[in-house]
């Protein structure tokens, strides 16, 4: 009871949701990129905004009523899960002026992708950075040891 109300504080839960989210677009950029020569694909991709908003909402929602409870978020297509992460709906991306349609019917850019992937790789790696802190905070106030 202890351990879960001393996680479900501060950003832990917050970072916890954007790195499963990171994490699941990680694997639906590398779809598109594995898929870049197939015929008739269209570009997938999860809704960034529509988690960047539910994301938004939970946090003011936890700062006007419990600071010490993070309030799980459910829009259509993004909703939190069991084991504290974010399961999110992979779409098929909306036409944007920057696609490209080819003779094959496929609107894969590898240039837009690999630089998706690379936001998101840098993203995913700094939330992990701050969340390994956080724990190594903790880590030291169970121990008792003072930091120099």
Known sequence: MYFKAMFDQGTIPVLEKIISFTEARHSVIANNIANVDTPNYRRRDLPIGEFQNALAKSIEHRRATNPRKFNSFDTDNVAAN????????????????????????????????MSELAKNTLLHNGMVQILTSEFQMLQTAISERIMR
């Open 82 to 113: 069991e084991l504290g992460g974010v399961t999110a709906k992979v779409l098929t991306a909306p036409p944007s002026p920057l696609d490209i349609l080819r003779h094959d019917n496929n609107n894969v850019s590898i240039d837009r992708e």
